[in-house]
C-alpha cells in the first residue's frame, strides 16, 4: 500500500511548527512522501521551496515539490529545478496552474504536458513525473472528451503517474480511469483523498474546483450544525467506506489532502494499513 500526503508552505512560524509536528506525526506509517503546493503564479515559490528542503533535510519521508507552469519562465523553472536536484529531490508533480487576476503574460509555458515535455528534455528520467487527473472533469473543460485529450496528451509527453482531483463517488474514478486506458493510457492513476472535517470550507473549495459533493453528504453534513463532533465523525465515516470501495477493487495508492493536519488524514491511512 502507497500512501502519500500534501502539504501547503506555511507563512508564519506557529504554521511552521505545526507542520514539523504534523509530519512527525504522519512519518510513522512511513508514507511514499509529503508534497508540497505551489501557489497560483508561483505565489508561494520560496515558501514552497524552504518547505520542500526542510522535509527534505530532515524528514525520513521523500518530498515532491509541486510545480505550476502558468506564469513561469524556462530559466526559472531550470532553476528551480536545478535546486531540487542538488537536494536529492527526484520526484515532482506538474500542474498548468490557475492564471491569477490581472495577468496578462502567462509565461512560456500554457499547458501542463509541455512543462512535462520540458522537464524530460533538460533531466530526462531523473525526475518521476506526477500529474493531475479530474475524474469528474476540469472545471475549465468544455467536455469531457476534451478533458481526457488534455489528460492523453500529458501521459504521451512523459508523465510517469497521476494523481486526482479529490471525489466522493468511486464511480467517477474507476469510469476514468477506463475511459484513459482505452485511450492506452498505463501510468499509476492515485486517487487524491479529501477528509471531510468542515462543511463551509468543503463546499468552498468544491465550488472552485469542480469536485462534486453528493447530495446526501452535502445534506447531512449541514444538519449538523455547530455540532463538529458528529460531523467529523459523519466525515470519517463517508471518506473511510470510499478508501475501502477504492481498495477493495484494486487500488493500491491513496493521495491524502491533508490541509496541514494530521489526524483526520492518519485515521484514514490507518484504516488503509
Known amino acids: 500500500m502507497k500512501l502519500s500526503f500534501e502539504f501547503f508552505p506555511p507563512r508564519t512560524q506557529e504554521g511552521k511548527k505545526n507542520l514539523a509536528q504534523v509530519r512527525k506525526e504522519l512519518s510513522v506509517i512511513n508514507p511514499e512522501y509529503f508534497s508540497t503546493t505551489f501557489g497560483a503564479g508561483g505565489s508561494t515559490q520560496d515558501a514552497t521551496l524552504e518547505t520542500v528542503l526542510d522535509i527534505q533535510k ?4 521523500p518530498a515532491a515539490p509541486h510545480l ?11 532553476q528551480l529545478l536545478n535546486q531540487y536536484k542538488s537536494a536529492g529531490i527526484n520526484r515532482i508533480i506538474t500542474l498548468r496552474g490557475d492564471i491569477p487576476s490581472g495577468v496578462r503574460d502567462i509565461g512560456d ?3 501542463a504536458n509541455e512543462l512535462v515535455e520540458f522537464i524530460k528534455s533538460e533531466y530526462n528520467d531523473h525526475f518521476h513525473i506526477e500529474v493531475a487527473a479530474y475524474p469528474e472533469m476540469h472545471p475549465q473543460s468544455k467536455n469531457i472528451q476534451q478533458d481526457i485529450k488534455h489528460f492523453v496528451n500529458k501521459v504521451n509527453a512523459g508523465a510517469d503517474g497521476a494523481i486526482t482531483q479529490y471525489f466522493y463517488n468511486a464511480d467517477a474514478y474507476f469510469k476514468f480511469v477506463d475511459d484513459v486506458q482505452k485511450h492506452g493510457v498505463e501510468i499509476p492513476i492515485t486517487p ?7 462543511y463551509t470550507q468543503l463546499l468552498r473549495f468544491s465550488n472552485m ?8 453528504i452535502e445534506t447531512r453534513l ?3 450544525d455547530d455540532d463538529m463532533e458528529s460531523l467529523r465523525a459523519f466525515g470519517l465515516d463517508v471518506v473511510n467506506s470510499l478508501c475501502d470501495q477504492l481498495k477493495s477493487q484494486g487500488v ?7 490541509m496541514n493536519k494530521a489526524n483526520p488524514s492518519l485515521q484514514l491511512a ?3 494499513k
Open 270 to 272: 490507518k484504516n488503509l
Open 68 to 78: 505550476s507552469c502558468i506564469g513561469s519562465e524556462k530559466e526559472k523553472i531550470i
Open 109 to 111: 509555458f500554457h499547458y
Open 58 to 61: 530532515n524528514d525520513d519521508i
Open 209 to 216: 474546483c469542480g469536485a462534486e459533493v453528493p447530495r446526501w
Open 192 to 198: 487524491g483523498i479529501m477528509p471531510i472535517t468542515n
Open 222 to 224: 449541514r444538519s449538523f
Open 252 to 258: 493500491d495508492s491513496f493521495h491524502f489532502y491533508s
